[in-house]
């Protein structure tokens, strides 16, 4: 089992440009989640999406984030434009909900660095 | 006003002493609660889990033990060492809340040599 699969794991970026993060869930897995962590905040969820489909996206900071899951097995949380204040750690998770019990399995993250 | 950083609560033990992390959480529908490793670098790692029916639950040097009536959940480390150094976080999931959990702030723990 590889795991919940992240990339880039570092990106460095300038303000104003595009970043597009990337996220393999665990085979499986029906539910993905993507999370912010900064040493502000914390671990903050962003958007949630189950078989697919976003659940909840009252996370998302603003119009300049968005995120899709075209497929079971790919998910992409993208910044456009970015802006310094959006350096964090990403983290992505899955799980499947058996029984009503659903742990998270994470990532390793992609620390994201917007100059 | 001036923004604050998060100020993780850290807690130092002896290694080869035991530790004690808390959580309070302040769903009362909550019903699963996890508690989450996450080591410098790293993404969260799950440690052990509880439902609500238990108010105890014994893995490998971790227990985990519930009280609901005051909505407070504890991690136990026995023997503690140099590797369990890390930012522990508790988290809780309600029946009527999907697949969410609501995280907690984390505590740092320091293992001293």
């Known amino acids: 089992d590889a795991g919940v699969i992240q990339s880039p794991r570092h990106e460095v970026t300038e303000m104003g440009q595009e970043v597009t993060l990337r996220c393999k869930p665990i085979s499986g897995h029906n539910s993905l989640f993507w999370y912010r962590q900064t040493m502000m905040r914390g671990l903050e969820l962003l958007i949630y999406?189950?078989?697919?489909?976003?659940?909840?996206d009252s996370g998302m900071p603003e119009d300049r984030f968005s995120a899709k899951m075209p497929n079971a097995s790919f998910s992409t949380l993208k910044i456009q434009p970015s802006e310094p204040r959006d350096s964090a750690v990403y983290f992505c998770?899955?799980?499947?909900?058996?029984?009503?019990?659903?742990?998270?399995?994470f990532g390793p993250g992609t620390r994201l660095t917007v100059t | 006003g001036e923004s604050v950083g998060l100020h993780l609560p850290t807690l130092s033990v002896q290694e080869g002493d035991n530790s004690i992390i808390n959580c309070a959480y302040s769903n009362s529908a909550s019903d699963y609660f996890i508690w989450y490793k996450q080591e410098s670098g790293k993404g969260p790692q799950f440690i052990i889990d509880i439902r609500s029916n238990m108010d105890k639950r014994q893995g490998q040097r971790v227990t985990v033990l519930l009280n609901k009536t005051v909505k407070h959940l504890s991690l136990q480390i026995a023997a503690t060492q140099p590797g369990d150094s890390a930012v522990y976080f508790c988290a809780d999931q309600g029946a009527d809340a999907g697949n969410m959990l609501t995280f907690g702030g984390g505590t740092r723990l320091m293992v001293k040599p």
């Open positions: 999406f189950n078989n697919n489909v976003p659940i909840d």
């Open positions: 998770a899955s799980s499947t909900r058996l029984g009503g019990l659903s742990e998270q399995y």
